[in-house]
Nanobody, 128 residues
C-alpha cells in the first residue's frame, strides 16, 4: 500500500522552529513532485510549498516566503522531503500534510487536485 508519512510537528512558541519530514511507504519519493499543505481549524487546506522531482524548482505561498524552506534528500536508498519552518507565528498553527504528484512540478502546485497521494498530517501548534 502506498503511503506518505509526515513527522516533526509539535508545540512551539512564537519565533521558534520545526523541521517537518515526509517519507514514503511502498514507493519512493524520487519520481514525484512533493507539496506541503496545511489546514487550520475552520479554514480550507492551502498549498504552502512544493519541490520538483530534481529539487531544482521550489515554490512557496507568499505568507511563508523567507521563513519556510523545502528540500529533499536521499540517504541509504530512502528519500525524504523536509520543510524547515522558522520564525513561527500563531497563524502558522495547522495540520501540515505532504502530498506526492506523479505529474511532476506544475504551475498549479498549490492545488490539491494536482496530487495523487497524501499523508495523514502532523500537527503544528504555535502559542505562547
Amino acid at each position: 500500500q502506498l503511503q506518505l508519512v509526515e513527522s516533526g510537528g509539535g508545540f512551539v512558541q512564537p519565533g521558534g522552529s520545526l523541521r517537518l519530514s515526509c517519507t514514503a511507504s511502498g514507493f519512493t519519493l524520487d519520481y514525484y513532485a512533493i507539496g506541503w499543505f496545511r489546514q487550520a481549524p475552520g479554514k480550507e487546506r492551502e498549498g504552502v510549498s512544493c519541490i520538483s522531482r530534481s529539487g531544482g524548482y521550489t515554490k512557496y505561498v507568499d505568507s511563508v516566503k523567507g521563513r519556510f524552506t523545502i528540500s529533499r534528500s536521499r540517504d541509504n536508498a530512502k528519500s525524504t522531503v523536509y520543510l524547515q519552518i522558522n520564525s513561527l507565528k500563531p497563524e502558522d498553527t495547522a495540520v501540515y500534510y505532504c502530498a506526492a504528484s506523479s505529474r511532476g512540478y506544475s504551475s498549479r502546485w498549490y492545488s490539491e487536485y494536482e496530487y495523487d497521494y497524501w499523508g495523514q498530517g502532523t500537527q503544528v501548534t504555535v502559542s505562547s
